[in-house]
């Protein structure tokens, strides 16, 4: 839903920037030069506040990527250099990873103030985009002890594994019990007091149909899913 504009804010342009407004305007087929200057405003202001992170990222990859190269060639190939090289690149690639999230927020959302679309609607796929983005560096973080313990020694009853695999569907988001055909309440229970699934508010669409709470995997549930049914041998 559009706020209501009430405020008049008037400014002076030259001729220059009047024109470049206009272009952009015509350019993006904006109904309205306010409606233009109001677009413009919203990307510049997004820009601006994510520059930073932007600019941080970047060196911090270009760190990481040096000293994961220097690591790798000055191993002796041990086994104590060789985890810490992998995890060095490890650290890499998830930095990769939030360069490439935030990148794409921002050209995503760039292109859709160039269009007629709400600014709410805008932002809520954002959002979704970096729940997205958060499941896949999630799958990269080093595997902690507990979770290497439960991939190693933890299998899984059929009921529960379909159960599972059914959560896998939810696509990054939490999704109401209705949604998932094979998985009942009692089964998934069991799954969130084993870590697998986890509980949430479901997104704008369910909740306009009164279906307040989602259900999704968890970090050690995506783990799972991609190990199998059974600890490997």
Not at 90 to 119: C, P, W, Y
Not at 160 to 188: D, M, Q, S, Y
Not at 196 to 224: D, I
Request: net charge negative.
């Amino acid at each position: 839903m559009v706020k209501p504009r009430e405020n008049r804010v008037p400014i002076m342009l030259s001729d220059a920037e009047l024109l470049q407004i206009d272009d952009w305007r015509f350019k993006n087929r904006v109904a309205t030069r306010s409606e233009a200057i109001r677009r413009l405003v919203q990307i510049g202001t997004l820009l601006d506040a994510n520059n930073q992170d932007l600019k941080e990222t970047f060196l911090n990859n270009l760190k990481l990527c040096g000293a994961a190269f220097d690591k790798i060639s000055k191993s002796d190939g041990s086994m104590q250099q060789n985890e810490d090289a992998v995890a060095l690149l490890a650290e890499t690639i998830l930095s990769l990873v939030e360069m490439g999230a935030l990148i794409k927020r921002l050209t995503h959302v760039t292109s859709d103030f160039q269009s007629d679309r709400n600014f709410e609607d805008t932002l809520n796929e954002v959002a979704e985009t970096q729940d997205e983005f958060e499941k896949r560096r999630s799958r990269l973080k080093p595997l902690t002890s507990e979770e290497k313990s439960f991939l190693d020694e933890v299998s899984l009853d059929a009921h529960e594994w379909r159960g599972l695999v059914e959560l896998g569907k939810a696509l990054f988001e939490f999704e109401p019990l209705a949604k998932r055909v094979n998985l009942g309440e009692t089964v998934l229970k069991r799954l969130i007091a084993l870590g697998l699934a986890e509980e949430g508010p479901s997104s704008s669409a369910f909740q306009g149909r009164g279906l307040m709470v989602g259900y999704r995997q968890t970090r050690l549930g995506m783990l799972v899913e991609e190990r199998g049914r059974y600890p490997k041998k």
